[in-house]
């Protein structure tokens, strides 16, 4: 019995995989949608395995995130990593203002003859 033959009401076809060399693991790389839209059009699908796209969870939005790696070491909640980021943001935008500040200075000053 050939793949096309089978029909979705027969039981579930088990597929197994060669196992990949240890030196080659298996990497996965998620895309929006729009780039998995243009790479279905652009490789097409048969549909030889009656295989129905709407109920997969190809199209899953990502997960929300309830904590960050700040380091190898370092976990941070979701609040921990707003206050860090505020203030890098913070710090930057105060060294955006003393560089303005030194520089009005230079440029306002009279000239010493």
Same mark, same amino acid.
Request: some cysteine; charged content about 20%.
């Given at each position: 019995?050939?793949?096309?033959?089978?029909?979705?009401?027969?039981?579930?076809?088990?597929?197994?995989?060669?196992?990949?060399?240890?030196?080659?693991?298996?990497?996965?790389?998620?895309? =929006?949608?729009?780039?998995?839209?243009?790479?279905?059009?652009?490789?097409?699908?048969?549909?030889?395995?009656?295989?129905?796209? =709407?109920?997969?969870?190809?199209?899953?939005?990502?997960?929300?995130?309830?904590?960050?790696?700040?380091?190898?070491?370092?976990?941070?909640?979701?609040?921990?990593?707003?206050?860090?980021?505020?203030?890098?943001?913070?710090?930057?935008?105060?060294?955006?203002?003393?560089?303005?500040?030194?520089?009005?200075?230079?440029?306002?000053?009279?000239?010493?003859?």
């Amino acid at each position: 019995m050939s793949v096309s033959e089978i029909s979705p009401s027969s039981s579930p076809v088990i597929c197994s995989l060669p196992k990949p060399a240890a030196s080659s693991p298996i990497r996965t790389q998620f895309v =929006s949608q729009s780039v998995s839209e243009r790479l279905l059009s652009k490789f097409s699908d048969v549909s030889e395995f009656n295989f129905d796209y =709407s109920q997969s969870g190809l199209w899953s939005p990502p997960i929300q995130r309830s904590v960050f790696m700040n380091s190898p070491r370092t976990i941070l909640t979701q609040h921990g990593m707003l206050a860090k980021l505020r203030s890098a943001l913070d710090a930057q935008q105060h060294r955006r203002r003393r560089y303005k500040l030194s520089l009005n200075a230079c440029l306002c000053s009279p000239k010493r003859s």
